[in-house]
């Protein structure tokens, strides 16, 4: 008797609550107007986003060579793709640039919001907007301006050197191609991360570092042992937009391909390989898969990225 | 309030779109319909049908607008789509999509075939084309023609020659090479003489300039006919082009010329302010030297043929040059060509070509006539390079096949000849690699080799 009432009075108990989830009239009309504001936005994005993809999917599935038509596939396309050697070299390229250039970007961003943060003078706003300005510029525009100044003929290396009686390093030929993208997007991304940084630093509470200084803590030690734990989870988010535009890795040595043919291949990146391979050799639907394959590894590698710093980033 | 509020918002929205749809229909030429919304020029009679045209030739305005006047019963409405591969990719992507294209649009002879393959392009046999062959030169018939079928009706074209600084050449006391032996001794001296000028570049990106090159020690890299489109020969590691890039090769270890890449800032300053002696060049090439700026003010420049193997047979080459085909998506596929044919199918519409935007003509009436061969340049003190160089040079060219895959097989070159450069690999290597890789392109594309 009482095991079958016990499920029954639970049920009961449960219906109250549905019936007070059940949507009113006002609730309603109040969801009508939420679509309403969404709506604009909505519809762009199923345009310009949702629809390209569903169709470039579709692409994707289909092959189409110069000499033989259309015809389905499947996961062909994919297959050969992740046994495609030049995909393979430019996701090895990118990584190489993770490797190096999210450590660097981060080294420059973290250390300028600490000093910043600790800064109180007039200096520090002057010297926020001067690191963040390079952001400002529109990343084209950035890259053209490096281009010529790792000119050896219009770029200012030639005379520095010459001062000390050295010749200057050729910025843009194989070996030093590597060192000067990652230096280029360093400049202009650093600024940007130590914004984010900074912001999450000022949203401290001060009372921490007075503590802290009553316990005898030095300032190095309040920056490292204190503040840098304490914003973990813009560390994180940081290195999740610095991984993920590494990976998508694009304008830049697209750009620097104007001067450095030689040096930068169409393959170079494999956003540069899907590019070249849709509009330069009109194989459209290869360089779908090829851009799907890209979407893959960065959901990879992004998931198993926040799988890691779980604890860090607060997820968990 | 609220209401209000998204009231007003909605009237600044609907009067921004149509302010911005005001301003965006206001480069018409103010005339013939919907269509008329996006040229460039002014339609001079309204009524005419109109065919719409993308190209990028210097000064074509002035050719749009002699050719609108002259003409009652169709109008050119046209657009400039960028130059060579910036329009290439629109127009590949129109191809895609199954419209956008215009109906008359400029190609390179070297891209044709690329397109042709992909059913982009109408013969113009049915329209008349063969009718018209007689009044172009015979190369440039060639480069638009695959087999029977006539793709393009040829405009201009780029016999090379080799443009050099009479000046350097005097203090350095070299005579004007007419072999490539005489040009690499030429070289040894003037890099001897010190004052740090290279006798040329040699760059890594040359693309079409460096299989010119070797095309005149006989290479023939590819075989292609549209018949027959699932079916090509490549062969571009012959003993031709392997005996001109161990010969550049020799000339870049040696530090005799530069490996600049081409056509960027630093290319065009290094062209003209003294650092090449020499610049191989097409036919176009005096216009695009007089171009450029930082020139040094007292270069002399002066013209001569183009080095030779066997200075008994000479070889003539052609670097670029381009034409106009009718797409597929034409409308009035008649009248496309018509105006195709019709654009620069004259005298007035070439000479301005020529006098305004340095076209070197492939219309033989004009090519062949005497103020033609007698034009002076004063680029070059007066001296006739027409009559000296070019006309010489178009007259021995015999044509050349392209790949369905240009695009890819130039890219490729420019891989192969980087590493040889940067000493990865010799000359031969890198052209056995280049033959591999396109090899395996063409039939990963679907073609049989032959």
Redesign the interface.
Known sequence: MATTTAPTSSHRAEAPSQVKHRPDRNYRRKQRWGWLFVAPFALIFLTFLILPLVYAFRMSLFTS????GNRFVGGDNYIKAFSDPIFLQGLGTVAKFALIMIPAQMLVALVAALVLDNLTTWASKFSRLMIFIPYAVPVVIGALMWG?LY????GPASSIFGIFGLAAPEFLA?DNIFGSLVNIVTWQWAGYYMIIIYAALRGIDPGIYEAAVLDGASDRQIALRIKVPMISSSLVMVVIFALIGTLQFFTEPQVLR??????I??SYTPNMYAF?LA????Q?NYASAISFALGIVVFVFSFFFLFLTRKQSGLK | MKAKFLASAGIVAATAVALTGCSGGSGSGGGGGSEAASCTNTIVNAEAPQVTVWAWYPAFSEVVDQFNNANDDVQICWTNAGQGNDEYTKFSTSIESGSGAPDVIQLESEVLSSFTIRDALVDLTEFGANDVKADYAEGAWEDASSGDAVYAIPVDGGPMGMLYRQDLFDAAGIEVPTTWEEFEAAAKKLKESGDGAVIADFPTNGRAFNQALFAQAGSVPFEYDSANPQEIGIKVNDEGAKKVLEYWDGLVKDGLVATDDAFTADYNTKLVDGSYAVYLAAAWGPGYLQGLSDADPNAVWRAAPLPQWDAANPVQVNWGGSTFAVTEQAKDKELAAKVAMGIFGNEEGMNLGVDKGALFPSYAPVLESEAFANKEYEFFGGQQINKDVFLDAAAGYEGATFSPFQNYAYDQLTVEIYAMVQGEKDASQALDDLQASLEQYATEQGFTIK
Do not use: C, I, N
Request: aromatic content about 20%; cysteine-free; charged content about 5%.
């Open positions: 060579t110069l000499a033989t010529f000119s050896p003929r219009f194989q104007g001067v450095a043919q030689g040096a291949p169409t070249s509009f330069s050799y009109s459209f």
